[in-house]
């Protein structure tokens, strides 16, 4: 059970780990949380360790632990009429948990262009992307096509295999030579 302090002393510990990319020591925690005497900071480490939000590494080193990541995912939210918030968050994520399957395979490709609007995919967006997956028809690709990378639809006819954008501007890519699929988006992220 977390102490009531805990929940603040852990959302200031998120924004220092997004700042700094470190978790601080012992001391700039108690003095992040305004608490001096160090039994106590060691107190709400032991507490959040036990949650799951941090961890030790080999040397006993402050680290982020598997909960430290998470966000609250609200029950939805509408995008037409309003609706009253919900009481409480019904459940949480980490956004890697959520989107990747197989970390080891798995990269973020920063997309350029505007050949995939008609499929929500912007200039500037992350695609998620797994390397070496099965890909089929319809799927969203990163395909190699004539020596050129590119982000497209896969598609079929009786002429054989080729790219398809989601933008009516641009014509479909049928490979002069060698088509080869890389990866399978499986999610984008974008941020406003």
Not at 141 to 157: C, F, G, N, Q, S
Request: glycine share 8%; proline share 6%; no cysteine.
């Amino acid at each position: 059970m977390i102490t009531a302090a805990a929940p603040s002393v852990l959302a200031t510990l998120q924004d220092y780990y997004a700042k700094h990319a470190v978790l601080p020591s012992y001391a700039r925690i108690g003095e992040l949380a305004g608490i001096r005497a160090k039994s106590w900071v060691h107190k709400l480490v032991m507490e959040l360790r036990e949650e799951g939000f941090l961890d030790f590494t080999p040397d006993k080193r402050l680290k982020p632990g598997p909960r430290f990541f998470e966000r609250a995912l609200a029950e939805r939210v509408r995008a037409g009429g309003p609706e009253r918030a919900p009481d409480e968050v019904i459940e949480v994520i980490t956004i890697d948990r959520y989107l990747i399957d197989h970390p080891s395979r798995t990269s973020l490709v920063r997309v350029k262009g505007d050949s995939m609007v008609g499929a929500g995919i912007l200039d500037g967006d992350l695609a998620v992307v797994e390397w070496g997956s099965n890909a089929k028809i319809g799927d969203i690709v990163v395909a190699i096509i004539d020596d050129e990378l590119t982000l497209k639809y896969l598609d079929r006819d009786k002429r054989g295999y080729f790219l398809r954008a989601a933008n009516p501007a641009y014509a479909p890519i049928r490979p002069r030579g060698k088509l080869e699929v890389s990866g399978l988006m499986i999610g984008l992220v974008r941020r406003f």
